[in-house]
């Protein structure tokens, strides 16, 4: 499985970003999948993830109710809607998926099997 994340840029605080990751090689409804991110200097820390069915999601305390993870099965596509915007949301994001199909209620970097490059994300005025 291999993921492509799109949709990063320049966004001022309160702005909105919908970041999308394209898979290919496999079935991305098969996975459960979600997003992390990483500040300068700082760790890789989980913001959401969603099942294979899209039943379950979990999110981060930072980003709840401000960031919504989707996914469409048919396009082997996720997405993460981003909105309102702190400066404190800069940083690289990553898309990821684990072959179980879960979305672990411990979102750690461990459980994800398959990671995208990465695109960065920065809040400034």
């Known amino acids: 499985l291999q993921l492509v994340e799109s949709g990063g840029g320049l966004v001022q605080p309160g702005g909105s970003l919908r970041l999308s990751c394209v898979s290919s090689?496999?079935?991305?409804?098969?996975?459960?999948i979600g997003w992390f991110r990483q500040a300068p200097g700082k760790e890789r820390e989980a913001v959401s993830c969603?099942?294979?069915?899209?039943?379950?999601?979990n999110y981060a305390d930072s980003v709840k109710g401000r960031f919504t993870i989707s996914r469409d099965n048919a396009k082997n596509t996720m997405y993460l809607q981003m909105n309102s915007l702190k400066r404190e949301d800069t940083g690289v994001y990553y898309c990821?998926?684990?072959?179980?199909?879960?979305?672990?209620?411990?979102?750690?970097?461990?459980?994800?099997?398959?990671w995208g490059q990465g695109t960065q994300i920065t809040v400034s005025t």
């Open positions: 990821t998926a684990e072959y179980l199909g879960r979305c672990p209620r411990s979102m750690t970097i461990k459980a994800f099997e398959y």
């Open positions: 090689g496999s079935t991305l409804g098969d996975y459960g």
């Open positions: 969603i099942s294979s069915s899209g039943g379950s999601t």
